[in-house]
Structure formats: C-alpha cells, structure tokens
C-alpha cells in the first residue's frame, strides 16, 4: 500500500512560483505513474500533470501547458509539481496521486492548499 504525502502549498501572488512534493513510501514507487489532480472550491477535481514510471513522458491539462513542470525523483521515492506564472485561478487543493496503469489512480495523498492572490 503506497501511502503519499505532499508538501510545499502555500499563499502566493499573482506570478510567483511554487514548488510542491510528494513523498511516497509503502511501495516500490518506480512501478507507479504519478499525476498532481487540483480542486477548486466547488469545481470537480481535475487532473493537471501526469508522468510514466520513467520520468521520460508526460502530459499536461492545457491551462497550465508552458507554466507547470511534473518531474520525479525514483532514489528519493518522490515527484514534484514546479508551478510557474501562477494565476489566481490556479488556486485549489492539489492531490498528488499514484497507480500502476497509466490514468488510473488507486493512491492519493491528502491534499495541499495552494492559494494565488492578485
């Protein structure tokens, strides 16, 4: 059982930056595609970033295309979310998620704040 926990949310403006981590543990976490989801408060929870087992492919949600960059560590068991040009319409949880096929996600972490001011 792959349990996540993410990190590194926070309160930013309008054009700065952030980086958020997901530390796994439990499993063997280069047998696992990963992705960050977000929800906004009344939105439904949408997938923003995706990366293979490898770390050598990815796909993005169009809005974020050119300003979030998903990466992944397997020596330290962890992928990252760097999120760039922030805008305030960036603001949600964001979930860090793990399964062995890729788009289907049986592990997810608890979420962390991320708010973007004007």
């Known amino acids: 059982q792959v349990q996540l926990v993410e990190s590194g949310g926070g309160l930013v403006q309008a054009g700065g930056s952030l980086r958020l981590s997901c530390a796994a543990s439990?499993?063997?976490?280069?047998?696992?595609?990963m992705a960050w989801f977000r929800q906004a408060p009344g939105k439904e929870r949408e997938v923003v970033a995706t990366?293979?087992?490898?770390?050598?492919?990815?796909s993005y949600e169009d809005s974020v295309k050119g300003r979030f960059t998903i990466s992944r560590d397997n020596a330290k068991n962890t992928v990252y979310l760097q999120m760039a040009s922030l805008k305030v319409e960036d603001t949600a949880v964001y979930y860090c998620?793990?399964?062995?096929?890729?788009?289907?996600?049986?592990?997810w972490g608890q979420g962390t704040q991320v708010t973007v001011s004007s």
């Open positions: 439990g499993g063997t976490f280069s047998r696992y595609f």
């Open positions: 990366i293979s087992k490898s770390g050598l492919g990815w």
């Open positions: 998620a793990a399964g062995l096929e890729w788009g289907k996600y049986e592990h």
